[in-house]
């Protein structure tokens, strides 16, 4: 209704200010309209492309599935320097390993069909070695041959390929010596490596004979085998690079490195510190918890329930003394120097890490990094040092859930940041999981694996971070 106060012109002047007003809005939300940019909507984490993963702290890439199958267990990681590393690992019927030469840029592999065992080892100049052997190596004892002469044992086969390399060498087979019936089993024998196209195996002929066979190329000139001191208990797996081999003499550890090809045993040199035990024998006749450089970790057991962190390169050996007693399975991580290892807290009885110097100065965390979930669960806990901080990754796993898990130290392992989730879900569609992580100084890198979305298979991804584990990205 009309307010019959208001005159005639003055009820124009207004419509008109009100019709004005109306076109300048319309005007501006065109103007606003035309320089709208695109919505850019990241996919949810746990979805994946052949090419692309996003987890909830960032983008990873995918890795050809021609170099790595998503059935692939990871076993052992060789990081040789600040660039360059080798991630070793087998499906059921084959042996694959993934090389990077630039921190996990890019990436090649070096496969091999294989029909019972294989191990791999890494030399210092980068060369990798295959070693390879038909299922089921030792006759049952008291087994005979022809005329009652013990069983022939198929020799297993290396293969050489130099860091540069994009396949492994034809079959190399190793010459043995006669076999007795006491002889130690040749199942997962670790070759160590002298070059790229030289390796050597530790064999037991006899008990007390440990003996150094060597083996090269195919077409190589045979190299005549070294017998270790009948009074020491040579361990069947090397350490470091160039590698060392290890032996055990009364209660002492002895470490002296594996000769170059014609050239005699060196005098060994003790590794103080440690008390040797049948417990201490069997762990270091494992193979290493990590590998970093020219470094080789293990744990060792030592009286009243302690553990020793033993690292040996080919002219350095380091005992340090944890100031926890080690979890069952500890997880171990090791670079820039520093070693990670997963402890029991002394006051709490919960699982806590503790971070050691090679030259035995150890913090244990005030709190541990991460709280457990309530109810049965499996888990299992990655570790990286890096020059500033260090980085664990937690996997937890129930009947119907499924979590991973980071956290950082930029304290050096006394104080760790809130964990951050990478990925959390029910369920077992969209599950990410880690195969491992690696530590080139301040630069991080995961391998994870997914379900490529829209599709039944699962594929490797890697991503990557270049500020000790704060952000990460495709390398």
């Known amino acids: 209704?009309?307010?019959?106060?208001?005159?005639?012109?003055?009820?124009?002047?207004?419509?008109?200010?009100?019709?004005?007003?109306?076109?300048?809005?319309?005007?501006?939300?065109?103007?606003?309209?035309?320089?709208?940019?695109?919505?850019?909507?990241?996919?949810?984490?746990?979805?994946?492309?052949?090419?692309?993963?996003?987890?909830?702290?960032?983008?990873?890439?995918?890795i050809d599935s021609a170099l790595a199958p998503s059935s692939t267990r990871w076993r052992r990681v060789f990081v040789l320097d600040d660039k360059r590393a080798v991630v070793t690992g087998e499906v059921e019927n084959e042996a694959i390993a993934l090389v990077t030469e630039n921190a996990g840029r890019t990436w090649r592999s070096l496969r091999r069909l294989r029909?019972?065992?294989?191990?791999?080892?890494?030399?210092?100049?980068?060369?990798?070695?295959?070693?390879a052997g038909p299922r089921g190596q030792v006759p049952p004892k008291g087994a005979r041959g022809a005329?009652?002469?013990?069983?022939?044992?198929?020799?297993p086969s290396l293969f050489f390929a130099p860091f540069e390399a994009n396949e492994l060498s034809a079959p190399a087979p190793v010459a043995l010596p006669e076999m007795g019936r006491e002889a130690r089993p040749l199942v997962s024998s670790v070759p160590a490596v002298l070059s790229a196209e030289s390796a050597v195996l530790l064999v037991e002929p006899k008990p007390r004979r440990a003996t150094l066979v060597?083996?090269?190329p195919p077409g190589a000139a045979p190299v005549p085998p070294v017998q270790l001191p009948a009074q020491?208990?040579?361990?069947?797996?090397?350490?470091?690079?160039?590698?060392?081999?290890?032996?055990?003499?009364?209660?002492?550890?002895?470490?002296?490195?594996?000769?170059?090809?014609?050239?005699?045993?060196?005098?060994?040199?003790?590794?103080?510190?440690?008390?040797?035990?049948?417990?201490?024998?069997?762990?270091?006749?494992?193979?290493?918890?990590?590998?970093?450089?020219?470094?080789?970790?293990?744990?060792?057991p030592q009286p009243e329930g302690k553990t020793a962190v033993v690292a040996i390169s080919a002219t350095q050996t380091a005992v340090l003394k944890l100031p926890a007693k080690a979890a069952p399975g500890a997880a171990v991580g090791c670079a820039a120097d520093r070693i990670m290892v997963e402890v029991i807290a002394?006051?709490?009885?919960?699982?806590?890490?503790?971070?050691?110097?090679?030259?035995?100065?150890?913090?244990?965390?005030?709190?541990?990094?991460?709280?457990?979930?309530?109810?049965p669960h499996e888990r299992s806990v990655a570790l990286a040092p890096t020059r500033?901080?260090?980085?664990?990754?937690?996997?937890?796993?129930?009947?119907?859930?499924?979590?991973?898990?980071?956290?950082?130290?930029?304290e050096g392992g006394k104080i760790y940041d809130v964990p951050r989730i990478i990925g959390e879900d029910t369920g077992e569609r969209?599950?990410?999981?880690?195969?491992?992580?690696?530590?080139?100084?301040?630069?991080?890198?995961?391998?994870?694996?997914?379900?490529?979305?829209?599709?039944?298979?699962?594929?490797?991804?890697?991503?990557?971070?270049?500020?000790?584990?704060?952000?990460?990205?495709?390398?």
């Open 1 to 62: 209704m009309l307010d019959p106060g208001v005159s005639a012109a003055a009820r124009r002047r207004a419509a008109a200010t009100a019709l004005a007003a109306l076109t300048a809005l319309l005007a501006i939300g065109c103007r606003k309209k035309e320089r709208a940019e695109p919505i850019n909507v990241q996919p949810p984490p746990g979805a994946a492309s052949a090419d692309e993963l996003t987890t909830a702290i960032g983008q990873a890439r995918g």
């Open 115 to 131: 029909e019972g065992w294989s191990t791999w080892s890494v030399g210092a100049d980068g060369a990798t070695v295959l070693t």
């Open 147 to 155: 005329a009652g002469t013990p069983p022939a044992v198929d020799p």
């Open 214 to 216: 060597y083996a090269g």
């Open 232 to 300: 020491e208990q040579a361990l069947p797996v090397p350490y470091g690079r160039p590698p060392a081999i290890l032996s055990v003499r009364g209660r002492s550890l002895l470490a002296r490195p594996v000769p170059e090809p014609g050239r005699p045993l060196d005098a060994p040199r003790i590794i103080e510190g440690l008390a040797m035990s049948p417990a201490a024998t069997a762990a270091l006749s494992a193979i290493p918890a990590c590998d970093f450089a020219g470094w080789s970790i293990q744990l060792v």
């Open 346 to 375: 002394p006051t709490t009885g919960e699982h806590t890490l503790v971070t050691c110097t090679l030259e035995g100065t150890c913090v244990l965390a005030e709190k541990p990094p991460f709280r457990p979930w309530m109810g």
């Open 388 to 410: 500033e901080g260090v980085v664990a990754v937690l996997t937890s796993r129930a009947a119907t859930r499924w979590g991973l898990h980071i956290a950082q130290s930029p």
């Open 430 to 475: 969209g599950r990410i999981e880690l195969g491992a992580l690696l530590s080139f100084g301040n630069r991080l890198l995961m391998l994870l694996q997914a379900d490529v979305t829209g599709t039944s298979r699962r594929g490797w991804y890697v991503t990557a971070s270049e500020d000790s584990g704060l952000t990460w990205s495709p390398p």
